[in-house]
């Protein structure tokens, strides 16, 4: 546990999943701990948060035990009531972190929403992803969905002269012509001291400057854990990113688009499939895809266009969902294609230790590395609620299993080239396309939101609240508006800069 990042965790010398409340209590009074921060997702898909001040033992103990009251009506509005509208909200112990922005020591919880009989919140957007990745065990006999985001984010710093990186050429650029790779290295750290699994950080493609400012793009990737976790993880850097940002003197932007021309940013998702004994099942012995991963990609291509009803939930996100920019819009997928909307990366099949290769004094080794093998959907973005698109993503997934042509459909959808280019137009004809505005997005929503409503998934009031909620952009025109005035673009952007 020394390696932990996690202070509690080197401190308690457990894993946060074996985290008990009598743990937490002999760790904040040991320490001289005396606040205490709550932290859950609203309907907005922000992280709000309830601070406390603790004077005594009993007191600390009440906190974790009961959790403490809120009001729905405010968190989610157009779903609760102020006439009826408390709810509690409870500590969840393997989520445990010290707040490393806090001026004094602070301990802060992950929370989840409980109603007024003391059950699971219905609409709440943690137990909509709870209850999707319950319904994918169900279906699949016990199989364990797993997935990993990946964070793009632009900094935005005052101009500074000399060594200016090339423009759009940005990807895994060093210092000097990357300047934001010290903030992006601590953001890597806070993030795993507070419990984020990471999995690497690097420059992005997008860079660009204006005569006062530089926008550099940048990425967080992280590793692939059970599904609920991974959407805590994602509010835990986005939160992570904005404060570091803000108390460095930069903005720090999710934003889908800042400017046509410029590469977008997306919130890419890598999924996997694990047994009881966490062996991949996307791949065989040989590192070969299985029937188990194409079903899983037909079913994502069976609910592309009204996934994007969670991944892509402001009218800034269509702009980047065009040709020629890395970003997909055509429903399909396909080796190692960047094209395409859903990507199976390359993997490690080859039968060869590369270190020894490269490293002439190791020893080969025969150990395999296939159980990293991932499958990725493209089309998500920042202006998403992490724990619906997961939510989605793993309700899409086990739809693939109940479909009784997954197979013949994941063949049908499958591409090899690049889509984007004219001369393989008519390869990628017969394809459903992805909506061009929320509004589109909320229809395919509508039509397909009986699959999301199956096996008590979503909700039908979750489903109506994300329905109004994209539709009240009034957007069907929006993208051609927006490519022909470079000003109401800029003011577009700015309305939905912290998305």
């Not at 990113?241 to 930069?250: S, T």
């Not at 399909?332 to 199976?344: F, T």
């Not at 724990?387 to 042509?405: C, K, Q, S």
Request: charged fraction near 25%; glycine fraction near 6%.
């Amino acid at each position: 546990m020394e390696y932990n990042l996690n202070p509690i965790a080197r401190a308690l010398g457990k894993q946060p999943a074996e985290f008990t409340k009598a743990d937490l209590i002999h760790y904040i009074v040991s320490n001289d701990i005396h606040a205490l921060n709550f932290r859950y997702t609203a309907a907005d898909g922000r992280l709000k948060e309830l601070n406390f001040v603790l004077q005594d033992v009993d007191y600390l103990d009440e906190v974790l035990s009961s959790g403490e009251r809120v009001d729905g009506s405010s968190l989610f509005p157009g779903f609760m009531e102020a006439g009826s509208s408390d709810l509690y909200v409870v500590p969840i112990f393997s989520s445990a972190f010290l707040d490393p922005f806090a001026d004094e020591p602070t301990i802060s919880f992950f929370c989840a929403y409980m109603d007024k009989d003391g059950q699971p919140l219905s609409i709440a957007p943690d137990q909509i992803l709870r209850r999707a990745a319950q319904a994918f065990r169900e279906v699949t006999g016990g199989l364990e969905f797993h997935a990993m985001g990946e964070l793009e984010y632009y900094v935005i710093s005052p101009k500074e002269d000399g060594y200016e990186a090339v423009d759009q050429r940005g990807y895994h650029e060093m210092a000097p012509f990357s300047k934001q790779i010290a903030f992006r290295t601590e953001a890597m750290r806070l993030i795993a001291q507070c419990g984020g699994q990471i999995k690497y950080g690097h420059g992005e493609v997008g860079n660009f400057s204006t005569e006062e400012y530089n926008y550099e793009q940048n990425e967080i990737e992280f590793l692939p854990v059970p599904v609920e976790e991974a959407a805590r993880h994602l509010q835990l850097g986005k939160w992570i990113l904005f404060e570091l940002g803000w108390r460095m003197g930069l903005k720090v932007t999710f934003a889908p688009k800042i400017i046509v021309g410029k590469a977008g940013s997306g919130m890419h998702i890598h999924t996997k499939i694990v047994d009881k004994q966490g062996i991949n099942q996307y791949v065989d012995a040989e590192g070969q895809l299985t029937d188990t991963a194409r079903k899983a990609v037909a079913g994502m291509m069976s609910l592309a266009a009204s996934l994007t009803a969670f991944g892509n939930m402001n009218p800034t996100s269509y702009l980047r969902l065009v040709p020629h920019q890395e970003a997909p819009t055509t429903v399909c997928w396909g080796d190692r294609n960047r094209s395409a909307l859903v990507r199976v990366p390359l993997g490690w099949s080859a039968k060869v230790d590369m270190s020894s290769l490269v490293n002439p004094l190791e020893q080969p080794q025969t150990k395999r590395y296939t159980n990293k093998q991932t499958i990725e959907f493209r089309a998500s973005d920042g202006s998403a609620n992490a724990y619906l698109l997961l939510a989605g993503i793993t309700t899409a997934v086990r739809r693939g299993f109940e479909l009784p042509n997954a197979l013949e459909l994941a063949k049908q959808t499958y591409v090899s080239v690049n889509i984007h280019k004219d001369e393989f137009a008519s390869s990628v004809e017969h394809l459903d396309s992805l909506p061009a505005s929320c509004v589109a997005s909320a229809e395919r929503l509508r039509q397909d939101r009986a699959v999301y409503e199956a096996m008590g998934v979503f909700s039908p009031a979750a489903i109506d609240g994300v329905i109004r909620q994209l539709e009240a952009f009034e957007d069907a025109d929006l993208r051609a508006k927006a490519q022909a005035d470079p000003q109401f673009l800029m003011e577009l952007v700015e309305r939905h800069l912290y998305c």
